[in-house]
């Protein structure tokens, strides 16, 4: 199952996806790119594939994206190759903005949709200032957007409010195992099982 995890920058989405990520088994996440500088904490091929503007759109020219966007001035995408590597059997966790999300949705019918809430606007601030990365003006712009995005939480199917992060851990993490759960997941395990009660001893 495909699940995308949404919300305006600084929400904690990519802080949740990594704690999801150490805490389950059968998870993957699915690697995007980007053409923004390399944080310090960041590593390439894992959190995303940095690349220059050229490259970026040479894979849109190539119709290699499933999805792309350009945000705050930068490119970011998600490759159909690297869905569909990592789609077999697995769960897979997208980490993408609100409009990657819409495309998505657009074109992927069976995915979950998972929309990642700061508490309150004054905590959104405080923590991309935190982060001791950015301009005021770049902080500035991502709050403007942040206004827009939280108007479209209604096209999520779950809402995760992340004012403390082992609570909404816990809840992203019960989505999926609930989505486990769900008849046409489990036909095929429990096919041999309803086939043991068929027999006579």
Known sequence: MLFVISGPSGCGKSTLVRHILDELDSVEFSVSYTTREKRKTEKEGKDYFFISQEEFKKLIQED?????ALVHGNYYGTSKRELEKKSGGEDLLLDIDVQGARQIKEK???AVFVFIL???FPELKKRLEQRGQERKESIKRRLDVA???????????YIIINDQLDKAAEELKAVILNQRCRTEIRKKEIIPILRSFSGED
């Open 108 to 110: 992927v019918k069976k």
């Open 64 to 68: 290699k994206l499933v999805e792309w």
């Open 118 to 120: 700061p508490p309150l």
């Open 147 to 157: 206004k827009r995005e939280i108007r479209q939480y209604y096209q999520f199917d």
